[in-house]
């Protein structure tokens, strides 16, 4: 059994999301490039980890993580290194100055948004025909083991806190972005042996409100070795790309 960190600890919930969550496929910028062509700086607003950033560093010359979360930054610096800069802000309060980039990305976070002062915010850092680039990573179900891990998910985390990927489609993107809007989206298979979902599980928000973690994370052990030691998870990748 591999020895994860203390998720309890915020430092310790930071790696477990860095090591656990799937990756954004790096497509996401070739779609980007193909609209608006490489730009000359993105902000990768509300970057975490950096997981996000790996993506947005294909897209822009030079790239600045804005993160609220001490922890999640300095797991991003460790990634990351000095090939970017990363500070501490928020969607409503980034730190960047008035009109200093070309691309303003948000992955997996424009549903928590304050959504008038983000907007506001971005309009302020963003120059003249600046893009917004919305992203989110879902899970989905297309197979009898990625159902019956939904309905044991659904057992232990109880029911969402967030949007449903199609109130994202129908009600966030729309409120946010105005005029046309690009979409782009990918399925991709991701494994998971028992530790891997344990710590997937456990860097969720939904999650934490679920059963005491040593029953969790038997029930997660039993699905897994009841599949032969690892299952396959389907993830899709949806992207909006528009103005504000």
């Known amino acids: 059994m591999t020895n994860r960190p203390d998720t309890d600890a915020p430092a310790g919930r930071a790696r477990t999301y860095q090591d656990a969550r799937p990756p954004y496929p790096s497509l996401v910028a070739d ?4 609209r608006v062509g490489r730009v000359r700086t993105a902000a990768d607003v509300g970057c975490g980890t ?58 997996s976070s424009a549903e928590w948004f304050d959504q008038v002062a983000a907007q506001k915010e971005f309009g302020r ?10 992203i ?39 409120a946010f972005l105005q005029g046309r809007v690009h979409r782009w989206e990918r399925s991709d298979w991701h494994l998971f042996d028992a530790d891997r979902l344990i710590s997937f599980a456990r860097s969720s928000v939904y999650f934490q409100r679920g059963q005491t973690r040593s029953g969790a994370d038997a029930h997660l052990r039993d699905f897994v070795e009841g599949a032969g030691g690892q299952i396959r998870l389907p993830f899709r990748t949806v992207a909006y790309l528009g103005r504000l």
Not at 70 to 97: D, F, N
Not at 125 to 134: D, H, I, K, M
């Open 31 to 34: 779609f980007v490039r193909r």
């Open 136 to 174: 989110w990573h879902h899970r989905i179900v297309l197979d009898a083991e990625s159902r019956g891990f939904d309905m044991l998910w659904t057992q232990l985390a109880g029911p969402r806190l967030g949007p449903y990927p199609e109130d994202i489609d129908g009600i966030v993107v729309p």
């Open 50 to 107: 950096g997981l996000s950033t790996t993506v947005v560093r294909l897209m822009a010359d030079e790239v600045v993580g804005v993160e609220p979360d001490h922890a999640m930054l300095s797991v991003a610096r460790g990634h990351h290194g000095s090939a970017i800069r990363l500070q501490l802000g928020s969607a409503e309060r980034t730190g960047l100055p008035d009109s200093s980039v070309d691309l303003i990305v948000a992955a």
């Open 125 to 134: 850092v963003l120059r003249a025909n600046g893009s917004v680039l919305l």
